[in-house]
């Protein structure tokens, strides 16, 4: 005080951190086999719980997860602080779609003559475009095609890799 005379004064003062579980993925949604890679930004956790919402589960602070079979899936971070019950979770949905399964029959399969006609006939599931490269690049801007069931004219004979690449929604 004004005196020179001195007082002391003690309290306890308590500090709590928030914690907050947080986190992000590489991807929410895809085709199956989907592989998603999950980064924990939680703040003041020291353990983890990880539910996948498949029934696999995590104590990684920052895993991986492949997801087999279509479906969504609720994903939740438990995070746990240090003493106590200190708890927070977070849930996010990650949709896996069905992939599209590439198959096709030809014929005929055997060329026996320059000229020969070989018509193609889908057999994929779940597709919704197609990509055909009849593998015979001496046909020029022939040797490709989107349609379903193409046919094409082989230049010569021989052998050609056939390739089907195809797509749906997702």
Known sequence: DSNGCAGNCNTIVTIISELIASF???SYNGCAPLTVYFTNNSSYAITYLWEFGDGFISLDESPSHTYINPGTYNVTLNAYGGPGSDSASVT?????????VANFQAFPQTI?????TVYFADNSIDAW???WDFGDPASGADNYSLLQNPIHIYSS???YDVTLIVANAY
Request: glycine share 8%; no cysteine; charged share 15%.
């Open 24 to 26: 992000t993925a590489t």
């Open 129 to 131: 475009s197609w990509s």
């Open 157 to 159: 004979i021989g052998m």
């Open 112 to 116: 026996i003559e320059d000229g020969d």
């Open 92 to 100: 996010a949905q990650v949709l896996v779609s069905a992939s599209p």
